[in-house]
């Protein structure tokens, strides 16, 4: 699944496409909007939610899609070739005289009034890169079961929108423990909201999620995606193993010098 700051570069690209222009093809290929017609409505904007995307209408209707582990976005110039997957795969395609914006894989799309998004959305926290970022409120909710992994309590998009699986991963080796820490047994938790926050704002505006501050390939990340590799930091082999709720396990991966805290004894 997408990390926050994805989601947020994807729904700026869309806007600046689409946004204050009518659109003169609207074309939604999921069977409970196949005869919605969308054309000739303006574009007003297209805003993120945590992980999910807002493209609003005039008329009070807003377009909501998700894009969780496969979804993507595609934008192109009128005349261009589309390659962003088979034709089968497209779920949306939304055009005006400029551009053309095509959704693949979209698992979720639907047509909703705008006065009703809270219906869909309204459970998140608040979100690391919207308007709504209060830290507190996060750390407060991420406080409140104090028994509960911090790797879980992180995905856990109820208490604060935006981060994903690298994200847990590279916050947690940052700040030295590891994901299957109590939330409560954390020093200085305010840390780690704040440190949340500076990575993704730090990685909005381009793609990939970089965390070392050193973007060649392979030295990106710390330990995510990095199995058995040296540490960056001290040599020791990266570790991985499942984390997370049963039904909901996401993998992890950890140094096991540089991170302190239980963690699966075959990791």
Not at 202 to 219: D, L, S, Y
């Amino acid at each position: 699944m997408p990390e926050g700051d994805t989601v947020w570069l994807t729904a700026h690209r869309l806007h600046a496409a689409l946004a204050g222009r009518p659109l003169l093809r609207a074309d939604l290929r999921v069977p409970q909007l196949a005869t919605v017609d969308l054309s000739g409505r303006q574009m007003l904007e297209v805003v993120p939610r945590g992980k999910h995307l807002m493209a609003r209408l005039e008329g009070g209707l807003t377009l909501h899609s998700h894009l969780r582990m496969d979804g993507a976005w595609h934008l192109y110039a009128p005349g261009e070739r589309w390659r962003g997957g088979q034709a089968h795969q497209v779920r949306a395609v939304l055009e005006n005289e400029a551009r053309t914006a095509v959704g693949y894989r979209l698992p979720v799309l639907e047509l909703l009034p705008t006065d009703e998004e809270d219906g869909v959305v309204g459970h998140l926290g608040p979100d690391l890169l919207g308007p709504d970022w209060e830290p507190a409120r996060a750390l407060a909710a991420l406080g409140a079961e104090p028994g509960r992994p911090v790797g879980a309590a992180l995905l856990d998009q109820r208490n604060l929108a935006g981060i994903g699986n690298v994200y847990v991963s590279e916050l947690c080796f940052l700040r030295g423990i590891t994901p299957w820490t109590p939330f409560g047994e954390i020093a200085a938790p305010q840390k780690l909201v704040v440190l949340a926050k500076r990575l993704l704002e730090a990685n909005k505006a381009r793609p990939g999620h970089i965390t070392t501050g050193n973007t060649r390939r392979g030295r990106t990340n710390w330990v995510y995606g990095r199995e058995h590799q040296p540490c960056l930091r001290c040599g020791t082999p990266v570790r991985r193993a499942e984390h997370g709720e049963d039904g909901r396990e996401r993998v992890a991966y950890w140094c096991p010098r540089c991170q302190r805290g239980p963690a699966p004894s075959g990791g």
